[in-house]
């Protein structure tokens, strides 16, 4: 089935680090995406990570995807307010069609 | 490089009217995608086009909603009859290819009273 799972809150200090996580469903999905979202917004594509990876990172991103167990998270290193957002992790099927989760709102506190 | 274009940003309508959103997709892009995306969710999709073809519509509320892309680059969404449950914000997408990553467009905040 198609299914992608997060958490809905979650809070952290300005300066600390914030780690958003997802679990899918779909084991034959050939990407992985993460968005944000701020109000008003649309989607801004944050990063992605090939399905045969098990980490990436980009500046103070870090995606992890542990494949077996169908987990994905992203780590935000050195949270700034302007990271307020929701993040979306998304899975894309072979059918090329994109599966969102609920969404992440994080809050930064100072 | 321009983004995907969305307009209008936001329509307020009484419900039974008709509404028009329109979409320009990223230059070059040939896959356009329209979704709906209700409050606190995550974004849904209702149909993709491969240049003029709709090759994904399975999510496309038929009796109501209609969407064309003639001549292969901008698109329009339709609603009519509108009701109050179409409330939500609809985003337009594109990518250059088929399984491309997506680029989305800021979105039109559909408010039907």
């Known amino acids: 089935g198609e299914d992608v799972e997060q958490s809905l809150f979650l809070s952290v200090r300005e300066g600390d680090s914030s780690v958003i996580n997802c679990t899918y469903t779909d084991s034959s999905s050939t990407y992985l995406y993460w968005y944000k979202q701020e109000p008003g917004a649309g989607l801004q594509l944050l990063t992605y990570?090939?399905?045969?990876?098990d980490m990436k990172q980009d500046q103070r991103l870090t995606v992890l995807l542990n494949k077996k167990d169908k987990h994905l998270s992203l780590r935000i290193a050195d949270t700034q307010t302007g990271d307020s957002a929701i993040y979306f992790c998304a899975e894309i099927l072979n059918t090329d069609k994109l599966i969102f989760g609920t969404g992440t709102r994080l809050q930064v506190f100072p | 490089e321009a983004g995907v274009v969305q307009s209008p940003r936001y329509k307020i309508i009484e419900k039974k009217q008709p509404v028009a959103f329109w979409c320009n997709p990223i230059?070059?892009?040939?896959?356009l995608y329209w979704y709906l995306q209700n409050l606190g969710q995550g974004p849904e999709l209702l149909i993709r086009?491969?240049?003029?073809?709709?090759?994904?519509d399975s999510q496309l509320p038929k009796d109501r909603f209609s969407a064309e892309r003639l001549k292969g680059v901008d698109s329009t969404l339709k609603i009519q009859p509108a009701e109050l449950g179409d409330s939500a914000v609809y985003l337009c997408?594109?990518?250059?290819?088929?399984?491309?990553?997506?680029?989305f467009g800021p979105g039109t905040r559909l408010t039907v009273l």
């Open positions: 230059s070059g892009h040939n896959t």
């Open positions: 997408a594109s990518s250059g290819n088929r399984g491309d990553t997506q680029y």
């Open positions: 086009y491969e240049n003029e073809e709709a090759v994904d």
């Open positions: 990570i090939f399905s045969n990876m």
